[in-house]
């Protein structure tokens, strides 16, 4: 079965730093790969997604991420955070067929310094 | 366009008490979801449908029965509940079967007393 790993439960950093979070997933076949952005309160809002093709993806707010098959991993990058930044990230993979059914990650709250 | 709306925002219950959460989409979707996010566990699938008419199960179905009798709408159904299922219960939709994102509600606050 699929799964998804988010290894750190917490991140802080400051204002102006770059930011990494991690993301492992767990897929038989050629996986399709989402993160997801939720603020206090509010639904998710996707950032960037991977079907296929280039293996770094540009999304939305600066965010990119990498999709590394040798690493099983698709870990979300921004160069310079900002305070608004601050919120919960889930990286999710979807399935072909079945439903398109996604299994998320157990998410990483970001906390940003000012 | 609304996209994805969610009725109520809040609901307490009582143990043993039945309610149903409506999610509704605009944007003409396929393919409707319902998740509870608990902290520390993300988001997990609790029932989804393909189309109208359709439902089938997802990784924590008990407890909970759906039904999609118009495709604009997904209702989640508490039949009998418990505090188990105090969470935050989030509707999501999908164009198709294509490789595309699932856009979601702003969730349903839920405590069960």
């Known amino acids: 079965a699929q799964s998804v790993t988010q290894p750190d439960i917490h991140i802080t950093v400051s204002e102006g730093a770059s930011l990494e979070l991690r993301c492992n997933y767990s897929y038989g076949a050629t996986p399709y790969l989402f993160w997801y952005v939720q603020s206090p309160g509010q639904g998710l809002q996707l950032l960037l997604k991977?079907?296929?093709?280039?293996?770094l993806v540009q999304g939305i707010k600066g965010f990119e991420a990498e999709f590394k098959r040798s690493q099983s991993s698709f870990n979300l990058r921004k160069p310079s955070v900002h305070w608004s930044d601050a919120a919960e990230y889930f990286c999710?993979?979807?399935?072909?067929?079945?439903?398109?059914?996604?299994?998320f990650g157990t998410g990483t709250q970001l906390k940003v310094e000012l | 366009n609304a996209g994805v709306t969610q009725t109520p925002k809040f609901r307490v219950l009582k143990t043993g008490q039945s309610m149903t959460l409506l999610c509704a989409q605009d944007m003409n979707h396929e393919y409707m979801y319902w998740y509870r996010q608990d902290p520390g566990m993300g988001l997990r699938l609790i029932h989804y449908s393909v189309g109208e008419g359709t439902t089938a199960k997802g990784e924590v179905p008990d407890g909970y029965n759906v039904s999609r009798l118009k495709k604009q709408n997904f209702l989640l159904g508490l039949e009998s509940a418990a505090p188990s299922q105090t969470s935050v219960y989030f509707c999501a939709s999908k164009l198709d079967q294509s490789y595309n994102e699932q856009f979601f509600g702003p969730g349903t606050r839920l405590t069960v007393l």
């Open positions: 991977y079907f296929s093709g280039d293996t």
């Open positions: 999710a993979v979807g399935l072909t067929g079945g439903g398109n059914k996604l299994t």
